[in-house]
């Protein structure tokens, strides 16, 4: 191999090696902090995750915010209109957070309730973000489904 | 009447700027100089009817004309009439339209100091430059027109949003525009230079003041953007990641990487190709951050309701930008690699090592920013990807670009000075290692404050160390050309944007709390001690005001006012109290009413946030300084001049051919 060739290869390889471990390290970075979001329905149905952190969206039902005394805890109830999930959070809620607004909260399952983090409400009253908005209309979608098919089980 | 002829001027602009794009680049080419001449007068022409549009919709807004839709959707009555000004660009048709003034304000800029370019270069530019206004125009009229009526006129409108009533929506969103906009004009460079098949780097020198400028401002309306952030949201934080500060912080990165590469071109002739793709790709990232904030395709702090048709167009014009300059570039990039050669240890290598971090790092950003936008399309599920993976990449990316940083400046073009390096080296490893020491003895007994000031010791010190040698070595008046002041500044800024983010992160002591009238919180070495709510009233808000008495060791420092307002249609808004100093912020912000007068409030003691701050305004500085280097005043003959210090001989010209 003449010289020339070979400092060549030594740069293309230097050059493989330096892509390769930088594409590992996002590869890795991005698998570290991914979170899923998940309407109330499809953790119902077991989809979400049962020990990481994943984001649970929908919307604030209706009389159930509690706050305990005291202190910064607060439950309130997330919803799709077709499943509720009970949520607990300490700290302070965003301006925007009330009844009926769209949320999205990030934490995990503890006992059968959700055990938030961080809890976003958007700047816009009238502002439903996207993804909750697709969670809420999946989850009508597979609520029809199943009661179409009991519909016809029965006949 | 009178808005519809806001919508007319609008219209003729947009017939204008079709002409300013048509006309010139048809005169270039073939070599017809009353139509190229015809570049000038359309781009202004083109001026003045953005700017009627624009005034009538201020009109429309100070006089409150209801009848526009935009105008009833975001002010009411009660809107302060100091509010009603900024409220203009408060929402998307209006920013679109601000977006389109300072686009001309930057061709009128080109149109008026570009007159010593050559001709046909100069014509090409401008009808660049006409091209993208006219995409804009077109996508205001046809999906966004701040002129639509609403009829019957409501009585009163609906409101500025509360989160925008605030001094930083004066200032923000046009210093951002400014920058954004800004590098449409190396873009309108670099595409003029491919079209008239440009091989020579003279262009280059031509449009380094502009993409300096630009890039000014960027850092100016970044750093005006996360301050408002941090005062406004009422979370503290400073920078979030969000997709919309990321569509504003991938420009910046390739703009920084941009004038680090134009620089290698101007003074040495070589990364030419390197250099124009730069170009083009700063400016495409800033039309993809508008689509980003325009498009309502991602979540975020800024998507407010969105219109998908929107997106479509932007994304089509994207598509036509990108991909019409990227062919060009294909078929007319300079194919033999020019330049002078440089050894491994070189000037010319660190600022390659730089360029490659920074580029690097836009595209991991961009890939964490678009990566929820994958998933959707190839329904693999509605991913976020969280603010550690930003954090950590860019932590990773950004550590061998501070590690060059010193040296760059240090080292000769060409061929550096090892036994400089060895003896600059040892001097800011040792002062490094020095601050390190004074701060443990300081009290600082954790890694990453330790780390902070090392590290940022490490670049003043080297910034400081070139600044000296520059002293002794070059002769009087010619020691700090504006052009090398100015990479002072930023460089010098970048160290104490360092210190700010880092020290702000490791030290920061931030409390939710819950208090009663008369209790006390023990926040670090300060008492804050809530003295109730009180009710207060506002031009247009109501709001519960809480009163705070911060005191150390029994001294009283400052009484915080933190409030939480109500406007008309029931908007809660959160507006923190800080106290701001040089080495720390006092933060106080009030959460929830807990009942019997006891509420939640958010207490921060924050070390050194100014600093994050004051290290972008140092860049700000850094990157108008150099701009203003009368190297770039420009002659008739800069072509020849283009790569001369090749022969040079005398020290000075070595010294300058060093700056």
Same mark, same amino acid.
């Given at each position: 191999?003449?010289?020339?060739?070979?400092?060549?290869?030594?740069?293309?390889?230097?050059?493989? %090696?330096?892509?390769?471990?930088?594409?590992? %390290?996002?590869?890795?970075? %991005?698998?570290?902090?991914?979170?899923?979001?998940?309407?109330?329905?499809?953790?119902?149905?077991?989809?979400?995750?049962?020990?990481?952190?994943?984001?649970?969206?929908?919307?604030?039902?209706?009389?159930?915010?509690?706050?305990?005394?005291?202190?910064?805890?607060?439950?309130?109830?997330?919803?799709?209109?077709?499943?509720?999930?009970?949520?607990?959070?300490?700290?302070?809620?965003?301006?925007?957070?009330?009844?009926?607004?769209?949320?999205?909260?990030?934490?995990?399952?503890?006992?059968?309730?959700?055990?938030?983090?961080?809890?976003?409400?958007?700047?816009?009253?009238?502002?439903?973000?996207?993804?909750?908005?697709?969670?809420?209309?999946?989850a009508k979608a597979e609520h029809r489904i199943p009661a179409a098919a009991q519909g016809g089980g029965t006949r | 009447m009178i808005p519809e002829l806001g919508q007319l001027a609008l219209i003729l602009a947009l017939l204008l700027a079709?002409?300013?794009?048509? /006309?010139?680049?048809?005169?270039?080419?073939?070599?017809?100089?009353?139509?190229?001449?015809?570049?000038?007068?359309?781009?202004? +022409?083109?001026?003045?009817?953005?700017?009627?549009? @624009?005034?009538?919709?201020?009109?429309?807004?100070?006089?409150?004309?209801?009848?526009?839709?935009?105008?009833?959707?975001?002010?009411? /009555?009660?809107?302060?009439?100091?509010?009603?000004?900024?409220?203009v660009w408060g929402a998307h048709e209006g920013s679109l339209l601000l977006w389109v003034l300072i686009l001309n304000v930057w061709t009128l800029a080109v149109a008026a100091l570009g007159g010593k370019l050559p001709e046909r270069f100069?014509?090409?530019?401008?009808?660049?430059?006409?091209?993208?206004?006219?995409?804009?125009?077109?996508?205001?009229l046809t999906t966004s027109n701040p002129f639509a009526r609403i009829l019957p006129a409501p009585a009163d409108g609906a409101d500025l949003n509360p989160v925008l009533q605030d001094p930083g929506l004066i200032m923000h969103p046009p210093?951002?525009?400014?920058?954004?906009? +800004?590098?449409?004009?190396?873009?309108?460079?670099?595409?003029?230079?491919?079209?008239?098949?440009?091989?020579?780097?003279?262009?280059?020198?031509?449009?380094?003041?502009?993409?300096?400028?630009?890039?000014?401002?960027?850092?100016?309306?970044?750093?005006?953007?996360?301050?408002?952030?941090?005062?406004?949201?009422?979370?503290?934080?400073?920078? @979030?990641?969000?997709?919309?500060?990321?569509?504003?912080?991938?420009?910046?990165?390739?703009?920084?990487?941009?004038?680090?590469?134009?620089?290698?071109?101007?003074?040495?002739?070589?990364?030419?190709?390197?250099?124009?793709?730069?170009?083009?790709?700063?400016?495409?990232?800033?039309?993809?951050?508008?689509?980003?904030?325009?498009?309502?395709?991602?979540?975020?702090?800024?998507?407010?309701?969105?219109?998908?048709?929107?997106?479509?167009?932007?994304?089509?014009?994207?598509?036509?930008?990108?991909?019409?300059?990227?062919?060009?570039?294909?078929?007319?990039?300079?194919?033999?690699?020019?330049?002078?050669?440089?050894?491994?240890?070189?000037?010319? =290598?660190?600022?390659?090592?730089?360029? !490659?971090? !920074? =580029?690097?790092?836009?595209?991991?950003?961009?890939?964490?920013?678009? &990566?929820?936008?994958?998933?959707?399309?190839?329904?693999?599920?509605?991913?976020?990807? #969280?603010?550690?993976?930003?954090?950590?990449?860019?932590?990773?990316?950004?550590?061998?670009?501070?590690?060059?940083?010193? @040296?760059?400046?240090?080292?000769?073009?060409?061929?550096?000075?090892?036994?400089?390096?060895?003896?600059?080296?040892?001097?800011?490893?040792?002062?490094?290692?020095?601050?390190?020491?004074?701060?443990?003895?300081? +009290?600082?007994?954790?890694?990453?404050?330790?780390?902070?000031?090392?590290?940022?010791?490490?670049?003043?010190?080297?910034?400081?160390?070139?600044?000296?040698?520059?002293?002794?070595?070059?002769?009087?008046?010619?020691?700090?050309?504006?052009?090398?002041?100015?990479?002072?500044?930023?460089?010098?800024?970048?160290?104490? @944007?360092?210190?700010?983010?880092?020290?702000?992160?490791?030290?920061?002591?931030?409390?939710?709390?819950?208090?009663?009238?008369?209790? *006390?919180?023990?926040?670090?070495?300060?008492?804050?001690?809530?003295?109730?709510?009180?009710?207060?009233?506002?031009?247009?808000? /109501?709001?519960?005001? +809480?009163?705070?008495?911060?005191?150390?060791?029994?001294? *009283?420092?400052?009484?915080? &006012?933190?409030?939480?307002?109500?406007?008309?249609?029931?908007?809660?808004?959160?507006?923190?109290?800080?106290?701001?100093?040089?080495?720390?912020?006092?933060?106080?912000?009030?959460?929830?009413?807990?009942?019997?007068?006891?509420?939640?409030?958010?207490?921060?003691?924050?070390?050194?946030?100014?600093?994050?701050?004051?290290?972008?305004?140092?860049?700000?500085?850094? #990157?108008?300084?150099?701009?203003?280097?009368?190297?770039?005043?420009?002659?008739?003959?800069?072509?020849?001049?283009?790569?001369?210090?090749?022969?040079?001989?005398?020290?000075?010209?070595?010294?300058?051919?060093?700056?």
């Open positions: 191999m003449n010289p020339v060739r070979k400092r060549r290869l030594i740069v293309i390889s230097l050059i493989v %090696l330096a892509v390769g471990i930088a594409a590992a %390290l996002t590869v890795f970075a %991005l698998q570290q902090n991914m979170t899923y979001l998940y309407s109330p329905s499809e953790v119902e149905a077991g989809h979400a995750p049962m020990h990481a952190r994943f984001r649970l969206g929908g919307v604030v039902k209706e009389g159930s915010i509690h706050r305990v005394p005291g202190t910064l805890t607060t439950d309130f109830v997330v919803t799709d209109r077709f499943h509720d999930m009970r949520v607990q959070y300490t700290g302070i809620l965003p301006d925007l957070f009330r009844e009926g607004q769209s949320v999205i909260t990030t934490g995990l399952m503890q006992n059968g309730q959700f055990d938030a983090s961080e809890v976003l409400a958007k700047h816009d009253e009238t502002y439903m973000p996207k993804e909750v908005a697709d969670a809420i209309a999946k | 079709a002409l300013q794009c048509a /006309l010139p680049i048809f005169g270039a080419w073939r070599d017809h100089r009353p139509l190229m001449a015809t570049a000038r007068s359309l781009a202004v +022409g083109q001026f003045v009817f953005v700017a009627l549009a @624009f005034g009538i919709l201020t009109y429309a807004f100070l006089v409150q004309d209801f009848s526009v839709a935009y105008v009833a959707q975001n002010s009411n /009555l009660q809107l302060p009439w100091w509010y009603r000004f900024p409220a100069h014509a090409r530019v401008l009808g660049v430059l006409g091209f993208v206004a006219f995409g804009f125009l077109l996508f205001s210093v951002l525009y400014m920058g954004y906009v +800004g590098f449409s004009v190396a873009f309108a460079f670099a595409i003029a230079a491919l079209l008239g098949g440009e091989l020579q780097s003279a262009w280059v020198r031509w449009s380094r003041p502009w993409t300096n400028v630009a890039w000014g401002f960027l850092s100016a309306g970044i750093v005006a953007g996360s301050w408002w952030a941090y005062s406004e949201l009422g979370w503290g934080g400073w920078w @979030f990641w969000d997709p919309v500060e990321n569509a504003s912080f991938m420009p910046w990165l390739v703009g920084a990487a941009l004038i680090h590469a134009q620089a290698v071109t101007d003074k040495r002739g070589g990364l030419r190709a390197w250099t124009m793709l730069l170009a083009i790709f700063a400016f495409s990232l800033s039309l993809l951050g508008t689509f980003l904030v325009r498009s309502g395709v991602l979540t975020s702090v800024h998507s407010f309701a969105a219109d998908p048709k929107r997106g479509v167009f932007i994304l089509g014009f994207l598509a036509v930008v990108v991909g019409g300059s990227l062919l060009l570039y294909a078929l007319r990039a300079p194919k033999v690699a020019g330049g002078k050669p440089f050894a491994l240890a070189s000037r010319e =290598t660190l600022i390659l090592i730089g360029n !490659l971090m !920074l =580029t690097v790092a836009a595209a991991t950003v961009l890939l964490g920013t678009l &990566y929820p936008l994958v998933g959707e399309a190839l329904n693999i599920g509605r991913i976020s990807v #969280g603010a550690p993976y930003f954090g950590f990449l860019f932590m990773l990316l950004m550590t061998p670009l501070v590690l060059a940083l010193p @040296f760059a400046p240090l080292s000769r073009w060409g061929n550096a000075d090892l036994a400089l390096w060895k003896r600059a080296g040892l001097r800011i490893v040792g002062l490094s290692i020095l601050s390190g020491i004074i701060g443990w003895v300081l +009290g600082a007994r954790d890694f990453l404050p330790l780390l902070g000031v090392t590290a940022a010791t490490y670049v003043l010190s080297g910034t400081a160390i070139y600044a000296i040698k520059r002293w002794k070595e070059a002769p009087r008046g010619k020691r700090y050309p504006l052009e090398m002041f100015g990479m002072l500044c930023a460089h010098a800024g970048v160290g104490v @944007f360092i210190a700010g983010a880092i020290l702000t992160r490791s030290l920061s002591i931030e409390q939710d709390v819950a208090l009663s009238p008369g209790q *006390t919180a023990h926040v670090g070495v300060y008492d804050f001690k809530f003295d109730g709510v009180a009710e207060t009233q506002g031009p247009n808000w /109501l709001a519960q005001q +809480g009163t705070v008495d911060v005191s150390k060791n029994g001294e *009283t420092i400052v009484t915080l &006012y933190p409030q939480k307002r109500t406007y008309p249609r029931g908007q809660v808004q959160t507006e923190a109290s800080i106290h701001p100093g040089v080495f720390r912020d006092l933060y106080v912000s009030l959460g929830d009413p807990l009942g019997d007068g006891d509420w939640a409030l958010r207490v921060y003691d924050k070390p050194f946030v100014r600093w994050i701050w004051a290290g972008g305004l140092l860049m700000m500085l850094g #990157g108008f300084c150099a701009a203003a280097d009368k190297r770039f005043r420009m002659r008739r003959e800069a072509t020849a001049l283009e790569v001369s210090g090749a022969t040079a001989t005398t020290r000075i010209e070595v010294v300058e051919q060093n700056a």
